[in-house]
């Protein structure tokens, strides 16, 4: 239907409403997914956006709307829409903005604020609603007049993709949506993409040089890789050279985790100190990847690092060759390098696996059991069993993440997401709510079967945005979703049971969150028997809508994790034992 108070998109007239001028400016990027939180702050723009032909997925908290943004534009590269109110509604969106904008996704939320004719000189709104977020995103600005409606967004749209991707929050006063405009196609609008900048050929030449002269070089990816569409610039070197690539983030499944030349970075981490040169793609070098120092990584390895910002390069490691460039580019580049070299590889990737051994033989030993309690290795093992090739992994928790990342192997493109960096508990919900329209909308475009999406979460983290469960009942959207249901908050449970022999305050309970579920019409439930995990499994991907499983895991496993090195693939102290320092330890 169309909003009977204002022109159709088919009306001779170029007089259109505020709402209505956004509307056709956010589909020239080709989204046709926006997200929501009810709809009588942007009713015009809403009705506008309907009138673009987009579909609008709603959410129940400001951070799910921005999270399910985010989570859309990591799966189709597209600009993430985010739709809240001002007042209230930013102040609960911030940890969605964070997120995403560390998370480098290109997302523009467009903030509805109060005009600004109405405000108080001692009234409780602020002169500058956008104050609070201007050091936690990109770019904030307020639209000064109904007319220049057009310019902002493109001005926000352009923000948001250019160089290195991040948040933009565009405040656009409620009454400015109502405003009548004679509207007209901006000819000289700002493009959204701008070629991507080429490396300096000296230092392509250094890092060829470096690499060349390697016995065990390896390349660990990130999310800037993914965002630059590196993937098969990155497989051909890998290839080529047969160079390993151990990947974090969105990064990962760029080269398939085929335990030849691709690896998950968690698990394969414990590699790292064993390469001479490292070439860093579109990674920060943060706690994750023991910033990059020994013991992670040998103290006299040789460091290449790419990135399009020329400030995350250098963070806490000194780099021999740093690159600024478009990571796509700036690989292709590097193989021509290496190519007219006539270089030849000297040693197989196979030294990453005997790195692993230990770790790999002690992970093997672990649930195997056939009887409950469940233990979450043997969860893992059964989903991976089932899971397709193609599918969107979304991850959120702590322990059962760590478990996780011993077993998954992704293996496709833009299809691994979790809560870091920032690490949020609870945002895989709404991150997993927008991979699911993303995976509907690619479908459409592409005329594929849809890929599935699976949410991996533990029982603490899923009840924070659980309610954002609405929004795939009401959308239509499909998710497999299981709960790692241990009964508590078990990394800090275990935390504290590993430094002082006891825990306090940690203690959840092994509800029925599957009843959540069915109450917003969805699938559910309750599995507490190995053999039943695999068909439920079977049932949910075969399933048209969400279907939530409850899965009753062992209450006492994340004690191992803390106290064994080889299991343990986020490597991290929630308390020390000293009390004295702070540090990120060695693995085994």
Known sequence: MTNPST???????????GGQVIARTLAKTGARTAFCLAGTAHTHLLFGLQDEKFRIVSGRHETGTVAAADGYARITGKVGIALIKADQGLPNAMTGIITAHLACSPVVVIVSLTPANTLEAEGEDENDALDMVKAHCKWARTVPMPERLAEFVEAALAQATAGRPGVAVLGVPQDFEAAAIDYAERANAKSLKADPPAADVTSINAAADLIANAKRPMIVAGSGAALAGAGAALRNLARTFKIPVLASNLGRGLVPEDMKLGFAWPLAQVAAKEADVVLIVGLRMSQRMGYGLAPRFAANAKFIQVDIDAAEIGHNRLVDVPIVADARVAIEQLHAALTARKYTPTSDPVWVNDAMKVRLARIDELGRGETAPIHPYRMARDLMAQMPENAIY????????????????????????DHYPLGSMG???????????????????????ERPVVLVTGDGSFGFYCCELNGAALAGLKIVCLISNDGAWGTEKHGQANALGKSINCELGQWDYQLIAKAYGLNGERIERPEDIAPALRRAFAADKTTVLNVITDPAAGLVRKQDPRVQTVAFEDLVSSQKKHYTPAIA
């Open 7 to 17: 022109p159709s998109p088919a009306s001779k007239t170029n007089r259109l409403n």
């Open 394 to 417: 979304v991850g959120d928790g702590a322990d059962i993440q760590n478990w996780m990342h011993a077993i998954l192997r992704i293996r496709s493109e833009r299809a691994f997401m």
């Open 427 to 449: 945002i895989g919900t709404p991150l997993a709510l927008g991979a699911a329209a993303a995976a509907r909308e690619l479908a459409e475009d592409t005329g594929d079967t």
